[in-house]
């Protein structure tokens, strides 16, 4: 039974006096030059990003955005002594599934919005699901995190915790980025509760038998390539984040201009390759929109410090058994290094997809294609 009495209903509604000061933030931003023939290998190109930033100015609609994400039941409650916001949407279905669903960096609850209506209200002969869409701790609406020692273990625990406090006895979990951590995490915390895990952009690391490495097929080669090139050439973003995550924060925090380059650069990165541009792939608008969470919660400090937690975190990177808990895995076609024999040392691998469209942000770029892999895998389990 849901504890009702811990649960405070939340709307959206950032100040007016917030949105003034975006505006006038990004009509005084002093802009960096570029160096002369540089493209996106060096950054965000300044002509890109000045009309980016003009257009977040003076174009995009934070209420209509808003306005979407309170179409849905929204809720606070405080659970390890942090406040955590979340989604609850409920299917009309008897026969629902209930699934929380994880996202990543740099995401936010509106990853997800283009699921909750297939999800919860399918057809008659699709599997049907009650939603939890949280905040992760630290992120967003859920944030800052007010204390040290928020690992992806402690996180996991208390998403564990939310969905015990929802009276959902049994349920699935689903997870991308660093959901792709705290999914499995959950698995291994509360395995007597949780039916499956689904992730994408699960990272899997070699295991050093000769035996693997010989046996990997030529796509699974281009993906320890491409892993090998984001380790070398793309990750100096995690770096810092999970080094000097105050350092970063006085910068992000100051600048909206500066976490819109923080951020659309990943979006320019890992979004379908075959796409120019980060519009391309993701709407502009519901990229906006989640960048604008960034900005009006002040959580560049703690989605920082998540980095820094995990960098730090001993026991995130002991060995461990195997995990029991089902697991489904679907790999997309950017920024996705998932190995399936590499993966199997860790995890209960059950279900396996590979897709030929769509990148890092499947629940923006293939909603479609993600839908259906959760509702594949789920159903295995449950039919």
Same mark, same amino acid.
């Given at each position: 039974?849901?504890?009702?009495?811990?649960?405070?209903?939340?709307?959206?509604?950032?100040?007016? @006096?917030? /949105?003034?000061? +975006?505006?006038? !933030? %990004?009509?005084?931003? &002093?802009?960096?030059?570029?160096?002369?023939?540089? #493209?996106?290998?060096?950054?965000?190109?300044?002509?890109?990003?000045?009309?980016?930033?003009?257009?977040?100015?003076?174009?995009?609609?934070?209420?209509?955005?808003?306005?979407?994400?309170?179409?849905?039941?929204?809720?606070?409650?405080?659970?390890?002594?942090?406040?955590?916001?979340?989604?609850?949407?409920?299917?009309?279905?008897?026969?629902?599934?209930?699934?929380?669903?994880?996202?990543?960096?740099?995401?936010?609850?509106?990853?997800?919005?283009?699921?909750?209506?297939?999800?919860?209200?399918?057809?008659?002969?699709?599997?049907?699901?009650?939603?939890?869409?949280?905040?992760?701790?630290?992120?967003?609406?859920?944030?800052?995190?007010?204390?040290?020692?928020?690992?992806?273990?402690?996180?996991? @625990?208390? /998403?564990?915790? +939310?969905?015990? !406090? %929802?009276?959902?006895? &049994?349920?699935?979990?689903?997870?991308?980025?660093? #959901?792709?951590?705290?999914?499995?995490?959950?698995?291994?915390?509360?395995?007597?509760?949780?039916?499956?895990?689904?992730?994408?952009?699960?990272?899997?690391?070699?295991?050093?038998?000769?035996?693997?490495?010989?046996?990997?097929?030529?796509?699974?080669?281009?993906?320890?390539?491409?892993?090998?090139?984001?380790?070398?050439?793309?990750?100096?973003?995690?770096?810092?984040?999970?080094?000097?995550?105050?350092?970063?924060?006085?910068?992000?925090?100051?600048?909206?201009?500066?976490?819109?380059?923080?951020?659309?650069?990943?979006?320019?990165?890992?979004?379908?390759?075959?796409?120019?541009?980060?519009?391309?792939?993701?709407?502009?608008?519901?990229?906006?929109?989640?960048?604008?969470?960034y900005w009006f919660t002040d959580t560049a400090r703690s989605v920082a410090n998540s980095y820094y937690e995990r960098f730090h975190d001993a026991s995130m990177w002991a060995q461990k058994p195997p995990a029991i808990v089902p697991t489904g895995v679907a790999v997309f076609s950017t920024g996705d290094f998932a190995i399936r024999r590499f993966a199997e040392k860790a995890h209960n691998i059950t279900h396996w997809s590979e897709f030929y469209r769509g990148g890092h942000f499947p629940a923006l770029e293939a909603p479609d294609l993600l839908t259906g892999d959760i509702r594949a895998f789920f159903t295995t389990l449950t039919s």
């Amino acid at each position: 039974m849901t504890n009702t009495a811990e649960l405070k209903p939340f709307r959206i509604d950032i100040p007016q @006096a917030d /949105l003034d000061d +975006l505006r006038d !933030r %990004l009509h005084r931003t &002093r802009w960096a030059d570029d160096l002369p023939g540089a #493209g996106w290998e060096r950054g965000v190109p300044a002509a890109y990003l000045k009309e980016l930033a003009t257009y977040w100015a003076d174009t995009f609609d934070w209420r209509a955005q808003e306005a979407l994400l309170n179409q849905h039941p929204q809720f606070t409650t405080v659970i390890d002594g942090q406040n955590v916001h979340f989604l609850h949407v409920r299917s009309a279905r008897a026969d629902a599934t209930p699934l929380l669903l994880i996202h990543g960096w740099p995401g936010s609850v509106v990853e997800f919005l283009d699921l909750i209506a297939p999800l919860t209200n399918p057809e008659p002969e699709q599997p049907a699901f009650h939603l939890v869409i949280p905040s992760v701790p630290g992120f967003g609406f859920s944030g800052p995190v007010t204390e040290r020692g928020w690992t992806d273990t402690r996180t996991a @625990a208390a /998403l564990a915790a +939310l969905m015990a !406090r %929802l009276g959902y006895d &049994r349920y699935g979990v689903h997870g991308g980025d660093i #959901g792709a951590f705290i999914g499995p995490a959950i698995g291994r915390a509360d395995a007597d509760h949780v039916i499956g895990v689904h992730a994408n952009a699960l990272v899997t690391f070699p295991t050093g038998d000769p035996a693997d490495m010989a046996a990997l097929t030529e796509a699974e080669q281009l993906r320890l390539k491409a892993m090998k090139n984001f380790q070398d050439d793309m990750s100096a973003y995690m770096q810092l984040q999970g080094t000097r995550p105050q350092t970063l924060a006085h910068a992000l925090a100051d600048s909206p201009a500066g976490q819109l380059a923080w951020i659309v650069e990943k979006f320019k990165e890992w979004t379908d390759a075959s796409r120019e541009l980060p519009e391309d792939a993701v709407d502009r608008d519901r990229m906006l929109a989640n960048i604008s969470i960034y900005w009006f919660t002040d959580t560049a400090r703690s989605v920082a410090n998540s980095y820094y937690e995990r960098f730090h975190d001993a026991s995130m990177w002991a060995q461990k058994p195997p995990a029991i808990v089902p697991t489904g895995v679907a790999v997309f076609s950017t920024g996705d290094f998932a190995i399936r024999r590499f993966a199997e040392k860790a995890h209960n691998i059950t279900h396996w997809s590979e897709f030929y469209r769509g990148g890092h942000f499947p629940a923006l770029e293939a909603p479609d294609l993600l839908t259906g892999d959760i509702r594949a895998f789920f159903t295995t389990l449950t039919s």
